[in-house]
């Protein structure tokens, strides 16, 4: 376990993460995606802990858009073909560095992003190569509360889970 208390940022790609990866298309070609809202839990949770969120992903969709926004993420970049370009531009522009950066992935265009990360987490579906990289591989598959259940792994690990989620749902002690 490193140190995860560094972690400022967290980049969270969309299909097979936050969705089952499945793509569904209506008769006009919109292009539909199922979001689990068990998620929203750990967005919230992590913003409240004051960690950013970066949705990153090589898709473009309206959904995403619409989802995103509900959820209120810091930053969205979608149709993005090379992640770690793409974040490596993204750390200079922030003043950051690869270990505060937690990565929540399931496929190999994550793999070269969450390599150099302090964090990684992946779905319990995620490919093998994504699992032997990751720091938690979580016991739920993607778009079925993965991400929630990542996140509250890493504030868990940092000790904050109980206070960021007292304060958001008025739970606990």
């Not at 992640?83 to 496929?107: N, P």
């Amino acid at each position: 376990m490193g140190d995860w208390q560094k972690i400022k940022y967290l980049v969270i790609d969309v299909d097979g993460t936050m969705t089952d990866a499945g793509v569904f298309y209506d008769e006009h070609g919109n292009e539909l995606k199922k979001f689990c809202t068990k998620d929203g839990a750990g967005f919230f949770a992590a913003r409240r802990a004051g960690i950013k969120l970066l949705v990153l992903t090589g898709r473009e969709c309206a959904a995403t858009t619409r989802r995103m926004g509900e959820m209120k993420v810091d930053f969205l970049v979608q149709n993005c073909k090379d992640k770690v370009s793409y974040l490596e531009e993204f750390l200079r522009e922030q003043g950051t560095s690869w270990d505060e950066i937690g990565y929540l992935g399931d496929d190999l265009n994550d793999l070269p992003g969450m390599s150099r990360c302090g964090f990684a987490g992946c779905p319990e579906d995620a490919c093998a190569e994504v699992k032997a990289c990751a720091d938690y591989v979580s016991t739920i598959k993607g778009g079925y509360g993965a991400v929630r259940d990542i996140v509250e792994h890493l504030l868990r690990s940092r000790g904050e889970w109980e206070k960021v989620t007292a304060e958001i749902y008025g739970i606990g002690v």
